[in-house]
Each structure stands twice: as C-alpha cells, then as structure tokens.
C-alpha cells in the first residue's frame, strides 16, 4: 500500500449504530488530519494530531471521537449521528517540523450516509 | 465568515486552450497557498503551491500566479486537455497556525475536446 488509504469507502449506518472510520498513512509523516466536506461547501477541518497528540479540535460535536494511536493510523469514531453528518470524510497527513510543510495528501475518502 | 473564495462554481473551456481557476482571500495573514485537484470518487491531490514572497510559480502546463495587494490568486492550466476535468480547491494557509489549511468551495473545470 502506497499514500494514504481509508477504509470503508462508503458507510451506510443508522443514527443509532456505532461505526468507526479508519485511517492509514504509509508516507512516514507526523501529522494527520480529518475534514468534512459536504456537498457544495469548502472542507472543513476537524481534528488535527500532531506526533499522536490532538492539537487541533475545530469545534466538532462529541458524538465523532478521534483516536491516533501511532503516527501512522488514525480512527474516527462515530455514534449517534445525525441525517445532516451525511458527508465525505477525508483523513490527510503531512509532514511537520522544524521545517514546516504545508502540502497534505489525502486519502480517498468514506461516502457517510446516515439513515 | 469564508476567508478563502473561489467564486465560479464551474468552468468550460475548450481542449488545447487555457483554463483561468480564480481564488479570492480575505485574512493577510496567509503566507502559503495551495491548490489541489479532486477527482470523483477520489482525494484530492495536491498540484502546485506558491509562497507569499513569490507572484508566480510555473510547474509544466500548470502555473500559479499571486496578487498580494489584491488577495487574488489564479492557477492557469496551458495547453487545456480532457484529463484536467476535476474540480479544484484552492487552500491558504500561515506559518503561525502550524499548517493548517483553509479551503476554498472548489471549481469544477470541464475541458472539453
């Protein structure tokens, strides 16, 4: 496996069932991202991990739990959702440091549909 | 409040010819720029990217132009092939936010043969 792979591809879940989104970069970066991107509106970041540790949680509902147990997974973890969370879910990493890279590679993505 | 703009939705242009995808930003703090082209079905994927001390950066048939002054910045896409039908985001962001990128809606360029 090369780049960054998710998996599903696509979820189909009741707004009762607990599913979890799974994440798994192969580029040797640090820093791994979520974002949400809903039909016709920009991506929009929701959680950053930086060397496995949070720092960045842009005001996301409790009910999507990140997980980042080494530098090179990341989980997000869903329960009780919502129809209106229906969306793409996209993980990207990169690489941060002393020398500071913006470039982020992104995953394929999870099809969310939430019934 | 949108701090990065990409105004048209969608754009057609003819194969062999140029495409002009625009960007629109508010927050002169941003110091790096990005843009990425996303395929159905796919990630996107990074293309080409400017820093905020240059005003152009040129990378095949794809160059990236930046108007400080104005908050503008452009990606120009020459010779236009079918291939190059995705959308494009284009994403903003400063050194002092560790990287974070802010994105544009996106625009969905249609090259037609």
């Known amino acids: 496996e090369t780049g960054v792979t998710q998996t599903p591809r696509h979820l189909v879940m009741g707004m009762t069932n607990k599913k979890s989104l799974k994440c798994e970069q192969h580029?040797?970066?640090?820093?791994m991202y979520w974002y949400k991107q809903s039909a016709k509106k920009p991506l929009e970041l929701m959680f950053v991990?930086?060397?496995?540790?949070?720092?960045e949680n842009n005001s996301v509902p409790s009910r999507f739990s990140p997980e980042c147990p080494n530098s090179s997974h990341l989980f997000l973890h869903l329960h009780t959702l919502q129809p209106e969370d229906s969306a793409l879910y996209l993980c990207?990493?990169?690489?941060?440091?002393?020398?500071?890279?913006?470039?982020?590679?992104f995953g394929p993505g999870t099809r969310l549909t939430v019934t | 409040d949108q701090q990065v703009k990409q105004n048209s939705p969608s754009l057609s242009v003819q194969e062999g010819r140029i495409s002009i995808l625009n960007c629109d930003y508010t927050?002169?703090?941003?110091?790096?720029f990005l843009w990425y082209k996303k395929y159905p079905a796919e990630g996107p994927t990074f293309l080409i990217s400017?820093?905020?001390?240059?005003d152009k950066n040129e990378d095949g048939r794809f160059t990236v132009f930046l108007n400080k002054s104005a908050k503008h910045l452009s990606l120009h896409i020459v010779p236009s092939q079918p291939g190059d039908s995705a959308v494009y985001f284009c994403?903003?962001?400063?050194?002092?936010?560790?990287?974070?990128?802010?994105f544009g809606q996106g625009t969905e360029l249609s090259v037609k043969p």
């Open positions: 990207a990493s990169s690489q941060s440091g002393g020398v500071v890279t913006y470039e982020q590679y």
């Open positions: 580029l040797g970066h640090n820093a």
């Open positions: 400017i820093s905020s001390i240059k």
């Open positions: 991990y930086n060397f496995k540790e949070q720092t």
């Open positions: 927050n002169s703090m941003f110091d790096y």
């Open positions: 994403a903003a962001s400063n050194y002092n936010q560790g990287g974070k990128l802010i």
